[in-house]
């Protein structure tokens, strides 16, 4: 019973666009893409609607939903105080797959912060979704549009997937252009620190902000002594139902361990899965060999991600093995989101 109307971004139909809007007026739940990821929105002002955004996607109550605005006064509009790096960041990089924290005032609910006493605020690129925002009249809070655990969507099939029959309505515009979350940058303290990586890189905003963002340690830690500063972070996530083990060193030698591993599972009796780049792709024998992209496309890698965790449950293998893309300018992104679904299980070669 959940609608899906295909929206073409270069020309959004005006009928559509309104039931969408007129749906988040009234407190429901509308899917939409992002330049990131899909979203799962709703009325970030209104504590219930809020409250169905956790319930339609089994998330737990204290993990925080990220507030999507059109325009940098309403970021002043929610903001207890404003941080002097807001207005160059916005500057710089909105609309755009960037999300600041800042300390919140008494109009946001606690039910969209998760309890905190900060608000995570981004202000999309998409089209389809700055049109959602301004046309509802909304400021939206919207999560990725996943079941709670599994990898961000980056296509409507995907939110359909895991939210038919939970929301009334998802707006398709195609496959999203960038394919991982945005880059969160924690302003409520003195020193800006980035509390999930993506698009946006640590260089990029120390040199818009001329002076030192740091990486929540939580981030790249592999084990559980540090906890992330976002609550999100520190959940299980993007896995597949296989096991997944990264394979990390010279691409030789790595394409070499993963066919001998592969055959070691295959003589268990197993079912091995491979994700390869188009460079090594025809050099693995396994029961299912995708490529992520070229290894110098680090956009295309990006963008494949998801879709390529989320495909690997429907061939039901039993492990994976994949090779590792820390790429010189989002690598750290990827790697973040590639270490998670591995539960940070890499085999040096
Ligand atoms: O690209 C994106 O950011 C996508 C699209 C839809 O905009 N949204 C997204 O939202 O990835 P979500 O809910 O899947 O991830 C939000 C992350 C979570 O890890 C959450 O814990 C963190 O942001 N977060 C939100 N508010 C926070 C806060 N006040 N303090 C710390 N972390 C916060
Ligand atoms: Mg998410």
């Known amino acids: 019973q959940t609608k899906v109307v295909k929206i073409d971004s270069a020309n959004i139909d ?5 039931e969408a809007c007129d749906l988040i007026r009234a407190g429901e739940l509308v899917a939409f893409p992002t330049e990131t990821v899909y979203g799962l929105g709703a009325d970030a002002l209104h504590p219930e609607a809020s409250k169905k955004i956790y319930a339609a996607k089994g998330r737990p109550s204290d993990n925080p939903l990220i507030v999507h605005i059109s325009k940098f006064e309403d970021l002043v509009s929610i903001a207890r105080e404003v941080p002097p790096q807001a207005k160059k960041l916005a500057d710089a990089f909105w609309p755009g797959p960037l999300t600041m924290i800042v300390w919140k005032n008494d ?24 049109r959602l925002i301004e046309g509802s009249g909304c400021l939206i809070a919207a999560p990725s549009a996943n079941t709670s655990g599994k990898p961000s969507p980056t296509e409507a099939s995907h939110v359909a997937l ?21 880059t969160i940058v924690d302003l409520s303290e003195s020193t800006p620190m980035i509390l999930r990586p993506g698009y946006i890189t640590q260089e990029m905003l120390q040199e818009v902000l001329g002076e030192k963002v ?15 500063k976002a609550p999100g972070m520190k959940y299980k996530h993007y896995a597949p139902k296989a096991d997944l083990v990264l394979v990390e060193g010279e691409t ?14 295959q003589q268990l009796g197993q079912k091995v899965g ?16 995708v490529s992520i992209g070229a290894r110098e496309d680090e956009d295309a890698i990006a963008r494949h991600l998801y879709k390529i ?12 093995y994949s090779e590792s893309f820390a790429t010189p300018r989002i690598g750290q992104a990827i790697m973040n989101r590639l270490l998670k679904a591995a539960g940070h299980q890499v085999i040096p070669v």
């Open 214 to 228: 740091c990486m929540d340690p939580g981030i790249i830690a592999s084990d559980s002594t540090r906890k992330p």
């Open 14 to 18: 005006d009928a559509a666009m309104k």
């Open 162 to 182: 895991d939210m038919d029959g939970r929301i009334p309505m998802i707006l398709d515009g195609g496959p999203v252009g960038i394919g991982i979350e945005s």
């Open 107 to 130: 109009r946001v609910p606690y039910e969209t912060t998760g309890g905190m006493d900060t608000v995570a605020i981004r202000m999309p690129k998409h089209p389809v979704a700055l």
């Open 274 to 289: 491979v994700i390869a780049t188009d460079e090594t792709f025809l050099r693995y024998e396994a029961d299912h060999v």
């Open 252 to 265: 030789d030698k790595v394409v070499a361990r993963i066919n001998e591993l592969v055959r070691e599972k």
């Open 309 to 320: 965790l989320r495909e690997f449950d429907d061939w039901n293998v039993d492990a994976i």
